[in-house]
């Protein structure tokens, strides 16, 4: 690791409260005797050799170290020990051969010598391993290897401010009727957390600007991944971070239509992963009544909130309830999810399918905008008697 404490932090981070963090290094500098072999030898050949040897390249090797690393990261419990690694060779080409293939510093060195060089290094460490010659007092006999990793472990305590990580992730659910500025401040939320160098995912599901795109009224749009009735977030997470790939948080638009199990995923993904989680959607659907998917992020979310832009029904008020219009008539019954959109003016000519947001009053009078013109434009009775 370049960055030891954050790299240690970020281990800390994603672990359990309870849970323990380990990890095990090379006694580079004593124990691994074969590699320490190795640099010597090469040293001996070319003391150049020298600032190349593991031993002062990979830090922390010793166990009070790895402890004081353990322990300045806020892990409890730390303990430090030692383990035996042993390998046997065939001969000393058996030994020799991999490290001309240049995989690792060892090789790497072997790769960029010169022939006579290398040819000296080969011979030096033949002698230095018993191996044909007499080896220096204290050398490994060839071509057996042992080796003592040191290995260090510590339990997570419940501190949510771990020297050198983030906060604890959260699910948080933005929720407010149609047109009060959900998939906007999805945006918004992806822009501010990508200024600050976090890397993120976007999913939407049944955007109103066609498939794997994150729209806003506003006129932004974002590329997306579409989430179907059997998308698996955590199947996709894991496998994207197993790959290599960075994930820090996940921006989930329209996630009402989600399936409960999709949510459910979602939760597990903030605890057993510690990735932030920012859902946005609506709570009702046309007929007042709570979206499974709603209603399970309402159950889990961690956080709660109503957005305060407030969208109104054409009579002024504050509008609660979304309600879906076919010819331009208000419908309480059909399918729960058909794609649409709403107007802040009633249309000349109303659209097939289209959706508007109401104050509770009118929902319940089924009062929707082009209704109340077509009132209003009716024409005054005669005065007759």
Not at 164 to 190: C, I, V, W, Y
Not at 205 to 228: C, K
Not at 344 to 350: D, H, I, K, L, T
Request: glycine share 10%; hydrophobic share 40%; net charge negative.
């Amino acid at each position: 690791m370049t960055d030891q404490q954050a790299g240690v932090g970020e281990l800390v981070r994603v672990t359990h409260r309870g849970g323990t963090v380990g990890a095990a290094v090379w006694d580079y500098a004593g124990e691994m005797t074969l590699l320490r072999t190795f640099w010597d030898a090469a040293a001996a050949v070319d003391p150049a050799a020298g600032e190349l040897d593991e031993a002062r390249q990979m830090q922390p090797s010793d166990a009070a170290a790895l402890g004081r690393l353990w322990s300045d990261a806020g892990l409890a419990d730390v303990r430090t020990s030692a383990a035996v690694v042993s390998a046997a060779y065939a001969d000393f080409d058996d030994l020799w051969q991999p490290l001309e293939t240049g995989v690792g510093p060892a090789g790497a060195h072997v790769a960029g010598l010169d022939p006579d060089r290398r040819d000296a290094l080969r011979t030096e460490l033949r002698r230095r391993l018993g191996v044909g010659g007499s080896p220096p007092s204290g050398s490994p006999r060839a071509p057996g290897s042992r080796s003592e990793p040191w290995q260090a472990d510590g339990r997570r305590t419940g501190r949510a401010d771990v020297r050198g990580s983030r906060p604890m992730a959260e699910l948080h659910f933005f929720t407010g009727t149609m047109d009060s500025g959900k998939s906007t401040l999805a945006l918004q939320t992806n822009h501010n957390h990508a200024q600050r160098g976090r890397v993120g995912r976007i999913f939407t599901a049944h955007d109103r600007a066609g498939e794997a795109t994150l729209s806003s009224r506003l006129g932004l749009t974002h590329e997306a991944i579409e989430v179907d009735d059997a998308f698996e977030f955590w199947r996709y997470v894991v496998t994207s971070l197993t790959q290599g790939g960075r994930i820090d948080y996940l921006i989930c638009d329209e996630a009402q239509f989600y399936t409960p199990d999709q949510i459910d995923q979602l939760a597990k993904i903030v605890d057993e992963l510690q990735l932030d989680v920012f859902a946005f959607g609506i709570l009702t659907d046309f007929r007042s009544v709570l979206f499974p998917g709603s209603a399970r992020l309402v159950e889990l979310a961690d956080r709660v909130n109503v957005l305060q832009v407030e969208a109104l029904c054409w009579c002024g008020k504050r509008a609660t309830h979304n309600a879906r219009t076919e010819y331009g008539v208000m419908v309480v019954e059909g399918e729960v999810i058909v794609v649409g959109d709403v107007d802040n003016e009633a249309p000349a000519e109303p659209e097939h399918v289209a959706y508007e947001v109401l104050c509770r009053q009118h929902h319940r009078r089924r009062l929707t905008a082009a209704r109340a013109k077509a009132v209003s434009l009716a024409p005054e009775p005669l005065p007759f008697g």
